[in-house]
Nanobody, 116 residues
């Protein structure tokens, strides 16, 4: 079964940057949207950013101007460049691929910790 694998998480000081990447372990056809979600301790999972196959992007208000999502359709990968990180960005970050059929694939998550 195809899985999504995230990488790039870690510990960073406030004001620092990290780049998350996500790739599928196998081939997934007909991917429409790719996205990043996060879940902080004691909170619900929330959308961080997503991007359609045509490149249209959507960001949570809390990350606008700081985070940038990008994708490579040929490689079926998605990345999230995170700048000016703040302690409130601390969370487990998950990538998600959604096919045109609505089927979703999720990664197991990568932890991002921002120290003050």
């Amino acid at each position: 079964q195809v899985q999504l694998v995230e990488s790039g998480g870690g510990l960073v000081q406030a004001g620092g940057s990290l780049r998350l990447s996500c790739a599928a372990s196998g081939i997934i056809f007909n991917i429409n949207a790719m996205g990043w979600y996060r879940q902080a301790p004691g909170k619900q999972r929330e959308l961080v950013a997503d991007i359609t196959r045509d490149g249209f992007t959507n960001y949570a208000d809390s990350v606008k101007g700081r985070f940038t999502i990008s994708r490579d359709n040929a490689k079926n990968t998605v990345s999230l460049q995170m700048n000016s990180l703040q302690p409130e960005d601390t969370a487990v970050y998950y990538c998600m691929f959604e096919k045109y059929s609505g089927i979703q694939y999720w990664g197991k998550g990568t932890l991002v910790t921002v120290s003050s």
